[in-house]
């Protein structure tokens, strides 16, 4: 049986929660969309898409992002350097690809936070940040994963969860089978950034999660929206997504 989810206040200030956010990647499935930009900076409801996301997770109370950035990293920069905003926004440069594992580890040296908050730049999963926090603080977690349920792992692969909500394996990619994805937003403790090794292209899916199964690595589980802007069919789901989207009460960035 999946445990309840426990809502329970915890000691965690969340505005001493650092966020990590990659945003490196060259997207390259996404090229005939984009030719001009990084794939974060694509406009949905003219807007860029990394703009909505960090204005979503700053809404909760988050104060210092650390964009890891790679592919077109000085249009990034540029950006935000000249966008007047009131959080504080950081750089963790790559001056070569070093996949979502080998950048967060990249950007060690610019998290202060003990746990902080790591969000990938091209998809955007609406959880209650808050309840995850809470999640994660109550497990005694190392890492905690936000999953989706989905009734179709085909494209993600699914994974699989004991009956305390702890992370035991993942499965390969089939097609209609309803089980649990990952939503592409995680807690981590940041002693754990010890296991990830330096300057070298590494993944989080798919070389750093399978090797810490054995760890206090736990699933949050989400039933809601997912957008994944990561193949053009996807940016138009977003589209579609965003047009609908509420976001009243979510901090602006102006």
Do not use: W
Request: net charge negative; hydrophobic share 40%; charged share 25%.
């Amino acid at each position: 049986m999946i445990l309840v989810n426990r809502i329970m206040q915890t000691n965690l200030n969340i505005e001493e929660i650092d966020v990590v956010i990659l945003c490196g990647g060259k997207g390259t499935r996404f090229m005939s969309v984009i030719k001009d930009c990084p794939k974060p900076m694509v406009e949905i409801c003219n807007r860029p898409f990394l703009d909505i996301l960090i204005e979503y997770i700053a809404s909760y109370g988050f104060k210092r992002f650390v964009l890891c950035i790679g592919y077109m990293k000085d249009y990034i920069k540029q950006y935000y350097n000249s966008k007047r905003v009131s959080l504080e926004i950081v750089f963790s440069e790559e001056e070569e690809l070093l996949g979502t594992g080998g950048a967060v580890k990249n950007a060690e040296p610019f998290i202060k936070s003990d746990i902080f908050l790591v969000a990938n730049g091209d998809s955007f999963c609406p959880l209650n940040i808050n309840k995850f926090v809470n999640f994660h603080a109550l497990q005694e977690a190392e890492i905690s994963a936000a999953l989706i349920k989905s009734k179709n792992t085909g494209d993600y692969g699914s994974v699989v969860l004991d009956d305390t909500q702890r992370i035991i394996s993942f499965n390969e990619k089939v097609q209609n089978e309803d089980g649990f994805v990952n939503g592409g937003v995680y807690l981590f403790n940041k002693n754990i950034l010890c296991l990830i090794p330096t300057g070298t292209a590494y993944s989080l899916e798919y070389d750093f999660f399978p090797e810490i199964i054995n760890r206090k690595f736990y699933g949050y589980l989400y039933e809601g929206e997912f957008v994944d802007i990561g193949t053009p069919e996807r940016y138009e789901k977003a589209e579609r997504f965003f047009e609908k989207f509420d976001r009243a009460g979510n901090n602006q960035l102006s």
